[in-house]
């Protein structure tokens, strides 16, 4: 089995994604076939354990403060909410729950001791559990991985040139800091991107790219189409196609072959074809729930329709690797620092998105 290549172009990736389909769609599910059961997809649930007020402004998020949309925050929840959530997942096939905050970075404090509460109940339903909740110190990533945590989520989102265009409260580099913080405990990363926010082909690449020469690779890529909420500056994005999505896919299974390729937002806008084409091409996780984090997704019962009809089986968990142990608070190592890192706020300026609104109108 070829291992993984850490040096792929964005000429290279660019040339995959550009192939005739059905050469592509071959090509991703050979690979697919030859890492990963073809007939096995993970269902995950997204929680999201504190909605709305983030000060950060991402243009395609609504929990953005500063976006005027119809969202409906809550403050974090507690964790008898989420052991209860949690397992009802586990309950309707979700082998993983992922808990977002709408956080710009963790701070440490009474908060973040909950969230580390949660990780431990979860771990010990014996589910993989992710986070998503900004950016994160190398000292909060340990405390995290001592929790029990499996997997931390911290998305591109798109290329380096494009980032700019979407958020300009942090830099790609934070992000990247941020994983490099992941990788320096066992806690696997989870980082993907969003497809439809006016990016180009070269774009998608460069997002590829700088995934795929990650080393090692994430263990897991969500590839989410853009959900244009009202109230955003990309409310009037058009919608992806299908086939722009199975493209995205099926050439993140070719660079990344070892990876769970996660079909994220946007699935309420595929059809069943459509998605059935997607896990062919090598999408292996899709998450359940009526939402996803605040937009919407299809409702449990029609992905386990989907299911029986296309024979796949619902993934175990810890599959790809172990179950973390779990470290009580009060055998805990690490001290709660009460860092404030320095992140970057590169050319702070909202007009960024207010630009990209307008370029997105023009373009109706
Ligand atoms: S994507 Fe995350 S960081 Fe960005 S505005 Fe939304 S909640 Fe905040």
């Excluded at 890529?221 to 919608?239: D, M, R, S, W, Y």
């Excluded at 989907?306 to 142990?325: D, R, V």
Aim: charged content about 25%; proline content about 4%.
């Amino acid at each position: 089995m070829a291992a993984a290549s850490h040096n792929w172009t964005q000429k290279e990736i660019l040339a995959i994604y550009n192939k005739p389909l059905m050469e592509l769609l071959y090509e991703a599910a050979t690979v697919h076939r030859l890492h990963h059961n073809p007939n096995t997809v993970q269902v995950s649930t997204l929680l999201s354990v504190k909605t709305g007020g983030c000060p950060e402004d991402c243009g395609y998020c609504p929990q953005a403060a500063r976006y005027h949309t119809n969202i409906e925050g809550n403050d974090l929840m507690s964790v008898t909410q989420v052991k209860a959530q949690a397992l009802r997942a586990k309950a309707s096939g979700s082998s993983r729950v992922c808990m977002g905050a709408a956080w710009r970075n963790v701070k440490d404090g009474a908060e973040f001791d909950q969230v580390l509460e949660m990780v431990r109940t979860i771990n010990k339903l014996d589910m993989e559990v992710c986070c998503t909740l900004g950016m994160l110190t190398k000292n909060q990533a340990k405390r995290l991985a001592e929790a029990g945590l499996y997997a931390y989520n911290h998305n591109l989102d798109s290329s380096e040139t494009y980032y700019k265009e979407v958020i300009s409260t942090r830099g790609f580099e934070d992000r990247l800091k941020t994983i490099d913080n992941v990788r320096k405990t066992n806690v696997t990363v989870c980082s993907g991107g969003i497809i439809g926010m006016g990016e180009t082909e070269d774009d998608r690449a460069g997002m590829l790219v700088a995934l795929s020469t990650l080393n090692p690779q994430p263990e897991s890529v969500p590839i989410n189409a853009l959900v244009a909420v009202e109230g955003t500056p990309l409310e009037h994005q058009k919608p992806v196609s299908i086939w722009e999505m199975v493209r995205m896919v099926a050439t993140t299974r070719i660079v990344m072959p070892e990876t769970q390729v996660r079909l994220s937002a946007g699935r309420t806008q595929m059809s069943q074809e459509g998605q059935a084409l997607c896990f062919f091409a090598g999408a292996n996780s899709i998450f359940a729930g009526d939402k996803l984090l605040t937009t919407p997704n299809p409702d449990v019962s029609e992905d386990m329709e989907l299911f029986k009809l296309l024979g796949l089986n619902t993934q175990k968990p810890f599959i790809k690797k172990m179950q973390p142990e779990t470290v009580e608070a009060e055998d805990s190592q690490f001290q709660d620092l009460g860092e404030k890192p320095k992140w970057s706020r590169p050319e702070h300026t909202i007009e960024r998105n207010e630009s990209a609104k307008e370029k997105a109108k023009s373009l109706k």
